[in-house]
């Protein structure tokens, strides 16, 4: 017949431990801890012994006792660490009843930190959108610059259409059906991008404002004929042509300004704005 563990027994076994343990009595109060809870504690552990989480409010010690799934805690020596925990329920007859295991957790945690970085770095310096496969505001400023370049140079014509289109369907299956129609309108001179908030830039090397806005009605005549019944889809359109005193940031600007004019007049159809 096994006997129950006392309190001593129970010490025994897990104060050579790696993780921190606190012992707590049936009224939830600090019993005892092992040597790596002394450690974490700077020395102090006897100020925990007969207190309860409630006593320590206020205090980062608190959540040694009564934090759950991951929590930071600032130990001794302005040591920042971060630990998960689990409550064990300990055999009756002995002192203490519950037993809390603290795992430190921190390389995981940094590690993890350090993953999110390196993700948003990367996706700062990806050239498309991931939805569409088009390339990204980003990107289109890359393929936008010798555009203007060669435009200032040669005094060659350059429009920009932003458009925004509104459907009644899924947004990223709509989205990138909207982007496969683009590319079939559009000539392989011409550069397609999409922003973060899915307006679609098209860039359109050697063309007048004038055909430019013959392609907005081309593209109004397929979406009618793409999207019909329910699933109905119309579109606001920005229409602007190079100027000499445009870089790649005022053109798009402008072309942005006159998207917004051309929602303003939208009223459940198609519009554009110069």
């Known amino acids: ?28 109060r600090v019993v005892a801890g092992n040597t790596a809870l002394r450690n974490l504690l700077g020395g102090q552990l006897d100020t925990l012994i007969g207190r309860r989480a409630a006593d320590l409010a206020g205090s980062p010690v608190q959540m040694l006792l009564s934090g759950g799934d991951t929590f930071a805690y600032l130990g001794a020596d302005d040591h920042h660490g971060y630990f998960t925990a689990q409550d064990v329920r300990l055999p009756p007859g002995a002192p203490a009843v519950r037993a809390r295991l603290l795992r430190d957790v921190s390389e995981v945690e940094h590690l993890r930190a350090e993953r999110e970085h390196l993700q948003t770095e990367l996706a700062a310096q990806t050239l498309h959108d991931p939805v569409t496969g088009l390339l990204n505001r980003r990107g289109l400023l890359v393929a936008l610059e010798p555009q203007v370049s060669r435009s200032r ?31 079939d309108q559009l000539r392989w001179a011409d550069v397609i991008g999409s922003s973060e908030n899915h307006e679609f830039i098209m860039v359109l090397p050697e063309t007048r404002r004038d055909d430019a806005l013959s392609l907005t009605e081309k593209l109004n005549e397929r979406l009618g004929r793409e999207f019909q019944g329910g699933n109905t889809a119309w579109a606001a359109y920005g229409v602007v042509e190079w100027q000499k005193t445009d870089n790649t940031s005022t053109l798009l600007r402008r072309a942005q300004t006159a998207l917004d004019q051309a929602r303003a007049t939208r009223d459940g159809r198609s519009a554009v704005a110069l």
């Open 153 to 183: 140079r040669y005094n060659s014509p350059l429009s920009v259409i932003v458009m925004d289109v509104y459907g009644a369907t899924a947004e990223a299956a709509f989205l990138v059906r909207i982007s496969q129609i683009l590319k």
């Open 1 to 28: 017949m096994k006997d129950s563990l006392v309190l001593e027994q129970a010490l025994a076994l897990i104060d050579n431990g790696l993780d921190p343990v606190l012992l707590f009595d049936a009224q939830d």
